[in-house]
């Protein structure tokens, strides 16, 4: 078995191709729930949606994000009342005592659904209520996620890193907001000057996570520090991934990242935006996936090869040369 870490769109880029070098029954996926939100109510889980969507085949894979061909009725008709009504459609956060109020999962990242600032197709839209209601009526976020496996056809093993709230936080110049409205709600434009992961000192990695860190793990070209970040800051995550094979695939190509604001992010949590940033980002590392124009020199095994994932094709060579970095780890 080898296990994926997953958060943002770099490794389901990387799983796109990958059904052949690593059969989708002999993986496990563990998302990153830090970037969840509830929005209207409803329980967002982005990343670990992007991989039920791609295994499910129903994934956009323009954006990576949603359900291919999906309709956005409701979404539309939210927009328009809030502009009809004279209210501002941007990310509306619920007053500061209903953020720890409700349900225990969406603390610290409650948002009115009005204006509805984040893109939720309809029937992404009934996964999110399929998904609160499993919780609201006694389910863990793993249960929850396990139907909706199910419902999807999805044969691999598909896991939240905790069935407890983590919510990424960013301080800025325009005070405290979750990752959401950031990069969504304001394309990541704010000046960061730290990221918090609330609730992680005090959440757990479920017993199937902790079985999961056992196995091998594969971690891709995500973002180290939003994407990765909440991982490592569950207590006993960093232990377990010391005690086993790890490989990871860099997002950068020496200090040009490929997309996304993992530069400015490890700048603003005084890491070096580069491969030997990331290195030193994860220690546990026993080798690495490098582009082959990227020269840094590393104190492990690496592999290199053309790291850019535009197909499925792309992403397959990849897949072949991050099982070439486990083999040497």
């Keep these: 078995m080898v296990t994926f870490l997953a958060g943002g769109t770099g490794t389901p880029k990387l799983l796109s191709g990958a059904d052949d ?3 989708p029954a002999e993986t496990v996926v563990v998302g990153n729930t830090g970037d969840d939100v509830e929005l209207g109510g409803l329980l967002v889980c982005p990343d670990v949606d992007t991989v039920l969507f791609l295994d499910g085949g129903v994934l956009d894979r323009e954006t990576w994000w949603g359900i291919d061909g999906d309709s956005t009725a409701t979404h539309d008709e939210l927009k328009r009342l809030a502009d009809a009504a004279g209210l501002a459609a941007e990310p509306r956060y619920l007053p500061p005592e209903r ?3 409700g349900r225990e999962i969406a603390r610290w990242r409650r948002f009115s659904g009005v204006g509805e600032f984040m893109l939720i197709g309809d029937r992404d839209r009934a996964v999110h209520l399929t998904r609160t209601s499993l919780i609201d009526e006694g389910r863990t976020l793993t249960e929850a996620i396990e139907r ?3 419902a999807f056809g999805v044969e ?3 896991l ?5 709230p983590v919510a990424t936080l960013l301080h800025t110049p325009d005070g405290t907001m979750h990752f959401q409205e950031f990069w969504v709600g304001r394309g990541g434009e704010p000046t960061v000057e730290d990221v918090e992961f609330r609730g992680a000192a005090t959440a757990e990695p479920t017993d199937a996570v902790l079985t999961a860190l056992s196995d091998r793990v594969v971690i891709g070209p995500s973002n ?5 970040g909440p991982f490592r800051a569950l207590p006993g995550v960093e232990r377990a991934l010391e005690s086993t094979t790890v490989v990871a695939v860099s997002p950068f190509v020496e200090d040009r990242v490929f997309s996304g604001p993992a530069a400015k992010l490890m700048r603003a949590t005084g890491q070096e935006a580069s491969t030997a940033g990331v290195a030193d980002a994860y220690p546990f590392a026993d080798a690495f996936v490098l582009d082959e ?3 840094t020199r590393l104190d492990c095994p690496v592999v290199r090869t053309d790291t850019r994932m535009d197909d499925e094709a792309d992403a397959a060579r990849v897949a072949r040369a991050v099982a070439e970095a486990l083999e040497v780890a």
Aim: hydrophobic content about 40%; glycine content about 4%.
């Design 21 to 23: 070098v690593f059969p």
């Design 99 to 101: 953020q720890t109020a």
């Design 148 to 150: 909706l496996a199910a």
């Design 156 to 158: 691999r093993t598909v």
């Design 160 to 164: 939240p890193m905790s069935d407890d």
């Design 224 to 228: 180290p520090v939003t994407s990765i």
């Design 293 to 295: 124009d990227d020269g």
